[in-house]
């Protein structure tokens, strides 16, 4: 690839360059796919003995062993080039997050999904042979919306404000150049946008006994299952301009994906509903927190003393708690509704600045697998915040004391 490169560098100037840049361009797409193929060739794998095995490497070999019954998740997923040969590829993860990932590409579409129901199946701690659970349809997003959504998230609209600014300033002082300056903001802009609107495209929701199957992506298609049990914690985002048509959206932290990079997919990994209704949201959140009505749940607002430190936001600071869950409602350009379930604090934290000291305030935060969910109750009355540390960690201890274990179908409530 190198050589390639370098000979398109050196002949990039040149009369010829027209008349080879096709043949540097098919030797490239034939180096990869020759290269696709000999990973493909030297890939293998097998399932026994409470694993499954893999082996890779053409000159160095690799071999990773995953135990079937510490699986956290299973995905099927399909690149381009992929999805036009029928091939699909399998991602196993186990805690741990990326060291405990492991990728088996590619298989057949059909064989891919035998693959997966099997070790659904064993995981579960059933017979390999028993057939996939059916699934029942709950929501799809419409196309309109997830292209809606994406334009008007904050990073975009500041990005088109960003973008806008300068051209105006570029007519308005007749220098054009200033407009090439806004390029690789342009780009930034419309490729996050882009690459929202990719991976979200097509989002459909079905339940079934071994969790929420989530589907979706419009070039790169990936099929996962959220198991029961694995959902750490939730929270339900509005930003300021999707009041307007009512649409929130749902993130979880879940157990197998933690840990991951972002250039490996970990945001759209959490994601259970990338925009919807609200309507939507307490539909998926029912099926993610079984027995919880985020309505019923008491908040409580922090001291009026707390303007002080946030004159801003403090009068959005609720939080409260009920026998299931500990919720967190904050937020004044962008709404924020956190939940997670007492059993699955891993650890709770109480902080005091300075600032809060002198005002008699602190600061709990639980904490759960890595993810885009913070639950955290801001400047509450230290009493109160002692209160909650205590009784938080309480409740958690004995939520995983009942828990029992956590095979991939079972719930652990």
Not at 240 to 261: C, K, M, P, Q
Request: proline content about 4%; glycine content about 8%.
């Amino acid at each position: 690839m190198s050589v390639l490169g370098l000979a398109a560098v050196n002949f990039r100037d040149s009369k010829e360059f027209g008349r080879w840049l096709p043949v540097v361009l098919l030797a490239i797409a034939v180096v990869f796919t020759v290269a696709a193929y000999v990973s493909w060739l030297f890939t293998s794998y097998r399932i026994g003995d409470g694993d499954v095995r893999v082996d890779t490497g053409v000159f160095v070999k690799r071999s990773r062993r995953v135990r079937i019954d510490r699986l956290q998740a299973i995905d099927v997923v399909q690149p381009l080039f992929a999805r036009m040969l029928g091939l699909a590829e399998l991602k196993l993860d186990m805690a741990g997050g990326h060291e405990g990932r492991v990728a088996l590409a590619y298989l057949k579409l059909d064989e891919a999904q035998a693959l997966r129901a099997s070790l659904l199946a064993m995981a579960a701690g059933l017979d390999h042979r028993t057939p996939e659970a059916p699934e029942r349809a709950l929501l799809s997003c419409r196309g309109t919306t997830i292209v809606g959504g994406a334009l008007l998230a904050m990073p975009a609209i500041l990005g088109f404000i960003w973008v806008g600014f300068f051209v105006a300033i570029a007519v308005i002082t007749r220098a054009p150049g200033l407009i090439a300056g806004t390029l690789p903001g342009i780009l930034s802009t419309f490729g996050m946008v882009w690459k929202t609107i990719q991976d979200h495209s097509g989002f459909t929701v079905a339940d079934s006994p071994d969790g929420l199957r989530l589907r979706h992506g419009l070039l790169e298609t990936r099929s996962q299952t959220v198991p029961p049990g694995r959902v750490q914690a939730v929270h339900i985002v509005q930003p300021l301009l999707w009041r307007i048509f009512g649409w929130v959206r749902v993130d979880a932290n879940i157990a197998g994906y933690a840990g991951r990079r972002a250039d490996e997919g970990s945001h759209h990994n959490s994601v259970l509903l990338p925009v919807g209704s609200r309507q939507q949201a307490l539909v998926v959140l029912s099926r993610a927190l079984p027995g919880v009505d985020v309505d019923a749940v008491e908040m409580h607002a922090v001291p009026a003393r707390a303007k002080w430190r946030s004159p801003l936001r403090w009068w959005t600071l609720h939080a409260g708690s009920d026998a299931s869950v500990f919720a967190v409602r904050s937020g004044v350009f962008t709404k924020t509704l956190a939940l997670m379930r007492h059993e699955k604090i891993q650890s709770v934290q109480l902080a005091v600045g300075p600032w809060q000291r002198l005002l008699g305030l602190a600061t709990v935060e639980l904490h759960s697998t890595h993810g885009p969910v913070k639950v955290v109750a801001a400047d509450r009355d230290i009493a109160e915040a002692r209160r909650i540390l205590d009784v938080e960690a309480a409740l958690a201890r004995e939520g995983r004391a009942g828990s029992g274990h956590e095979r991939w179908m079972v719930p652990t409530r």
